[in-house]
């Protein structure tokens, strides 16, 4: 005897709409890929693209020599022939980067801790001590950072000449919180928002002073947020143009975007090749900062905009 099993009439009933079950499910898999290659990998693949490419061709043209820059009929402009240290060595060793570097390190750790300092306590006071008209002074002061500083450096300049800070980095280390405590007052309100206020309850009941507290209990809780406005006040003073044009002069004293800008460019000519190798090295602090801290930096925002 043989066993073979023969469909039954009900499984011939059933069998097209098992084929069609199947088919639909994996139309809406397909679908489903479909979608998030077009709605996630795609505009993530270009989004990369355009962020990521900037810093490949500053790469690129840092370490070819000059043959391959200026012909590009012969060479690739995409790829490096033949890899050269030389626009290095002449930025390095053949002018003043090392100390254009030095001072811009210098001018940016100062302003950041002068505006952190100055931001926590405003923040604090802000926040915390709920004086009358607390909330317009908030708002007064994120205001004035949207203030374009085209408007604010003839003024400025006018109190750096007075005060003989001119054509001295000490004179951008007092100008530069003027556009950097705004922000990083309103950034910390918004997190020192999201701290429990009955901590401080209890330490006020517990005899603590407000100073106190805000050393002890406010802080330690705040370093996300701290870590934030310091990485976003860094970035700002090790990236400011526009002071650090008008309030130096001396080439030794520059910071870094004003130096590769005005130094290496003579006349009508470019160095191309030592332009994008100080901009290289000139991005590489900015982005081990944003690299080590970019957890703390997220979440300080998420605690900032969440309230």
């Not at 210098?106 to 008209?133: E, K, N």
């Not at 002061?141 to 400025?156: D, G, Q, R, T």
């Not at 309850?201 to 050393?215: M, P, V």
């Amino acid at each position: 005897m043989s066993d073979a099993h023969f469909p039954t009439a009900d499984e011939e009933a059933n069998a097209p709409a098992k084929n069609s079950a199947a088919a639909a499910a994996e139309r809406m898999a397909w679908d489903s890929r479909t979608r998030r290659m077009v709605t996630i990998y795609l505009p993530l693949a270009c989004f990369v693209l355009i962020l990521l490419f900037p810093f490949y061709w500053m790469t690129v043209t840092a370490f070819k020599p000059n043959a391959e820059l200026y012909d590009y009929k012969t060479y690739n402009p995409f790829l490096i022939g033949s890899p050269t240290l030389e626009h290095l060595k002449h930025l390095l060793f053949e002018t003043a980067y090392p100390t254009w570097l030095a001072t811009t390190m210098t001018v940016a750790v100062c302003a950041t801790a002068l505006s952190l300092v100055s931001s926590t306590l405003a923040a604090y006071a802000i926040q915390r001590l709920r004086f009358r008209g607390s909330q317009y002074v908030g708002l007064a002061i994120y205001l004035a950072y949207l203030v374009p500083p085209s408007i604010l450096f003839i003024p400025l300049a006018m109190m750096v000449t007075w005060f003989g800070l001119f054509d001295s980095p000490m004179a951008l280390i007092l100008v530069y919180p003027t556009f950097l405590i705004p922000f990083c007052t309103w950034l910390l309100i918004g997190y020192f928002k999201s701290i429990p206020y009955e901590l401080e309850e209890c330490a006020l009941i517990d005899g603590a002073t407000r100073i106190q507290i805000l050393r002890e209990i406010t802080l330690p809780l705040a370093v996300p947020g701290l870590i934030s406005a310091g990485i976003f006040s860094f970035t700002l003073s090790w990236n400011e143009f526009i002071y650090a044009l008008a309030f130096i002069q001396s080439s030794e004293k520059k910071t870094v975007p004003v130096a590769i800008l005005t130094e290496l460019v003579t006349g009508d000519v470019y160095q191309w090749g030592a332009l994008m190798a100080g901009s290289l090295l000139g991005s590489l602090p900015v982005a081990l900062f944003y690299s080590l801290f970019v957890d703390y930096y997220v979440s300080s925002l998420t605690g900032a905009v969440k309230e």
